[in-house]
Every structure is written in structure tokens, then in C-alpha cells.
């Protein structure tokens, strides 16, 4: 209690005291909590579909991981073809009787005549295997490299096509070759056979052979290299053929060819084993992008 002479004059009441009572109207009261309440909803909703989300991409990782078996199938003939090519060829050149490098006419008859019969049916059976396993691995070696490498990779494609294609024409005139050895006085039709090696369209094959599987496997070696799918140890065996294969058709010496081609076949294992693993290292690669763009 006051007293009765009190004054309030001087007691000033504190500052508060003469600001109005705020009080919030039940309504809006009502709009905030129906706001809140809203807000939760949505952030647990976004949570949901998040992990919805991450669900959906990590189950489509795993099909796409596990199936189409065929895309498998593809990556895994394209890995046999990219090392039975080089491998057919090099043992074709072993077993040649001119070891690859063609001798002309009569001397021709003269080097088949003394190889082993045997030995020419094993060549003639790995010549015939290639055209169906060279070609192809061209085109692989080229889709390797060409996501990275376009246009090394194209250029080799379409020149080392022009070298495999024409080897067709190779075996008919090997098997011509062979049956003229067992003819009476064989040497006698050494002319037929050079002139079968003069005829233009038959030359022609032959020359878009030398630059094409030269040129295509040292384009490709490059263009793999460059794309980071071969290191360089592999690359550099695949170009140091082409040195090689010049000094064997120069000096005649075809042993320098069979070197370059086993290097051709040494190199050509990790791309391979890339071609044979791409499938994998790809899936792996969208599933680790996807994961961090849903996080």
C-alpha cells in the first residue's frame, strides 16, 4: 500500500509501462501454426521423395549393371577379335614360306616347294581365319578411342579398313600359288603368276594393303594413347611396327615383320582388356554421377 501523501511525480513509471499491450488474435495465431505445421510436411515429403529418388537410380544402376547380357556379349567378341587379329597374322607371316614378304615368279614356286606341305595348310588355314577377325578388330580399336580421340580414331578406321579388306585376295592367290607346285614343270607357269600380281585391280589391292595396316594400326596406337585407354609402353608397340615392317619389305628380310606384328599383338592386349571391361568402368562412372547429384 501507497501512502495517502504519495506523489507519482516522483516515481516515472518505466518505460514498458506506457507502451500498449500486443496481443496476437487467435486467428492469426491459428495461421501461424497451420504454417509451421505445413512446412514440416513438405521438408518430410522432400526427404521421402529424395530417398524415392536414390532408390529408383540405385535399382536402375543395378539393371543397367547386370543386363542386357548382349551389350556383354558385344564388348567380349570385340576383345577376342581385338587379339586374334594381330595373332592369326603373325602366325600366318611364321608360317609363310616367304615369311610375308612376296618374292616374285619363279622364285616363289621355289620357296613353296620347299616348305613343309603341312606347314602351308597351317598357313593357308590362318590366312583364311583373318579376314574375318581383322577388319573387326579395326572397328574396335577405332570405338574405343573415338569419344576422346574423334577424329585419329576415324581416320584410322577408314585406313586400316583399306589395308584389311583387301586381304581376300591374298589367300585366292596363295591357294593359286599352291596348286601350281604340284603341276609338272611348275616353274614353267612362274609368268601366270606374275602376271596375276600385275593385273591393276590386282595391284591396286595390294597397294592400298602396305600404307592401310601400316598406317591404320600407327593411327589407332596414337589416337588410343591420346584417349587414355592403352598406356604408352602399348602404343609404342603398336607404332614401332610400321619401322619394322619397311625394313622387312626393303631388305626382303621378312623376320622384321613377324617382330613388329608380335609387338602389334603385345599391344594390343590392354585395349583388349579395356574394350572387355568398358562396360563396367561406364556403369560405374553414371552410378557414382548419379549418386552425387541426388545428395
Not at 564388348?75 to 577376342?80: D, E, G, K, M
Not at 614343270?185 to 595391284?203: M, R, Y
Not at 589391292?205 to 598406356?231: M, N, Q
Request: overall charge positive; charged content about 15%; hydrophobic content about 50%.
Amino acid at each position: 500500500m501507497l501512502p495517502e501523501n504519495h506523489q507519482t511525480e516522483n516515481y516515472p513509471l518505466p518505460r514498458y509501462a506506457h507502451r500498449p499491450r500486443r496481443c496476437v488474435p487467435k486467428g492469426n495465431r491459428r495461421e501461424g501454426k497451420l504454417f509451421v505445421d505445413r512446412f514440416k510436411q513438405r521438408s518430410q515429403l522432400s526427404c521421402l521423395e529424395r530417398d524415392f529418388r536414390m532408390a529408383l537410380s540405385q535399382e536402375s544402376n543395378q539393371q543397367r549393371i547386370v543386363d542386357p547380357a548382349y551389350r556383354k556379349l558385344h564388348h567380349t567378341l570385340l576383345a577376342v577379335c581385338i587379339v586374334v587379329a594381330p595373332l592369326v597374322i603373325l602366325l600366318g607371316f611364321a608360317l609363310d614360306p616367304e615369311l610375308g614378304t612376296p618374292l616374285q615368279g619363279a622364285a616363289t614356286i621355289a620357296a613353296w616347294k620347299a616348305d613343309n606341305p603341312l606347314l602351308i595348310q597351317w598357313f593357308l588355314f590362318f590366312n583364311v581365319v583373318t579376314p574375318y577377325v581383322y577388319p573387326v578388330s579395326i572397328f574396335a580399336l577405332g570405338l574405343l578411342a573415338i569419344k576422346r580421340s574423334p577424329w585419329l580414331a576415324t581416320i584410322g578406321i577408314l585406313i586400316g579398313l583399306a589395308g584389311a579388306l583387301p586381304f581376300p585376295v591374298f589367300v585366292a592367290q596363295e591357294s593359286l600359288a599352291y596348286e601350281i607346285i604340284y603341276v609338272p614343270h611348275s616353274v614353267a607357269l612362274a609368268p601366270l603368276l606374275q602376271g596375276l600380281n600385275n593385273e591393276w585391280p590386282v595391284f591396286f589391292l595390294h597397294l592400298t594393303w602396305v600404307p592401310g595396316h601400316l598406317l591404320g594400326w600407327l593411327i589407332l596406337g596414337i589416337a588410343l594413347w591420346r584417349a587414355h585407354v592403352i598406356p604408352l609402353w602399348a602404343a609404342s608397340c603398336i607404332v614401332v611396327n610400321v619401322p619394322l615392317t619397311m625394313v622387312a619389305y626393303g631388305r626382303f628380310e621378312g623376320i622384321w615383320q613377324i617382330v613388329g606384328t608380335a609387338l602389334i599383338f603385345i599391344g594390343s592386349i590392354p585395349a583388349a582388356l579395356a574394350m572387355f571391361r568398358g562396360r563396367d568402368e561406364s556403369a560405374s562412372v553414371s552410378t557414382s554421377e548419379e549418386a552425387a547429384q541426388a545428395t
